[in-house]
């Protein structure tokens, strides 16, 4: 099974500044199939970032995803008061079996 | 446009059962497949398994191995998950998302979640 460690587990940060957040994969993740969820608080997640680094229907450009193999990155520049949320990343490399990382919580500082 | 509308909450005792319903619609249901992913309180996203609507292939996750039964209902666009001898650990949200294409993958739309507590 492929763990994923996600990194840090909170980020505080003041809107309009960067964040960037780490996925850390236990071995190498076939044809980088990893994703990107947000959540907020009382609802379901949402898809942001699929395949490493497409972004998904209606996700901002402010958002982007980089890496390959066994670390990945996901990127908001300039924070909006709406990012603030709990971000999963997910490996989908061995699929139909899912892991997901434990989360990062970017939170107002 | 794509929604997935999961039963209600439930509450049960230990050693129970629990079945929940998540009803597609906007799109072919039997063109992809349904993986189910809880997250108890406060805690992460853990999947449970998935579910072809194309052709009825399953994948378990394995901590719910023989504890688990997911089904679908091509006729009505919806798909199930049964948990068996629920444990007070098992109270969490329980969240349906459709997986595009035939072999699972990234989970694209969620339904809104069930919530399933489990207490004596």
């Known amino acids: 099974e492929i763990v994923l460690t996600q990194s840090p587990g909170t980020l505080s940060l003041s809107p309009g500044e960067w964040a960037t957040l780490s996925c850390r994969a236990s071995?190498?993740?076939?044809?980088?199939?990893v994703a990107w969820y947000q959540q907020k608080p009382g609802q379901a997640p949402r898809l942001l970032i699929d395949?490493?680094?497409n972004r998904a229907t209606g996700t901002p450009d402010r958002f982007s995803g980089s890496g390959s193999g066994t670390d990945f990155t996901l990127t908001i520049t300039r924070l909006e008061p709406e990012d603030f949320a709990v971000y999963y990343c997910?490996?989908?490399?061995?699929?139909?079996?899912?892991?997901f990382g434990g989360g990062t919580r970017v939170e107002i500082k | 446009q794509v929604q997935l509308v999961q039963s209600g909450a439930e509450v049960r005792k230990p050693g129970a059962s629990v079945k929940v319903s998540c009803k597609a619609s906007?799109?072919?249901?039997?063109?992809?497949?349904i993986s189910w992913v809880r997250q108890a309180p406060g805690q992460g996203l853990e999947w449970m398994g998935w579910?072809?609507?194309?052709?009825?292939?399953?994948k378990y996750g394995e901590n719910f191995q023989g504890r688990v039964t997911m089904t679908t209902d091509t006729s009505t666009s919806t798909a199930y998950m049964e948990l068996r001898s629920l444990r007070s650990d098992d109270t969490a949200m329980y969240y349906c998302?459709?997986?595009?294409?035939?072999?699972?993958?990234?989970?694209?739309?969620w339904g809104q979640g069930t919530l399933v507590t489990v207490s004596s």
């Open positions: 998302a459709r997986c595009p294409g035939i072999s699972g993958g990234r989970a694209d739309y």
């Open positions: 906007g799109y072919s249901f039997s063109g992809s497949g």
């Open positions: 579910i072809s609507a194309y052709n009825g292939n399953i």
């Open positions: 071995q190498t993740i076939r044809n980088n199939f």
């Open positions: 395949d490493a680094s």
């Open positions: 997910q490996q989908y490399g061995t699929s139909p079996a899912l892991t």
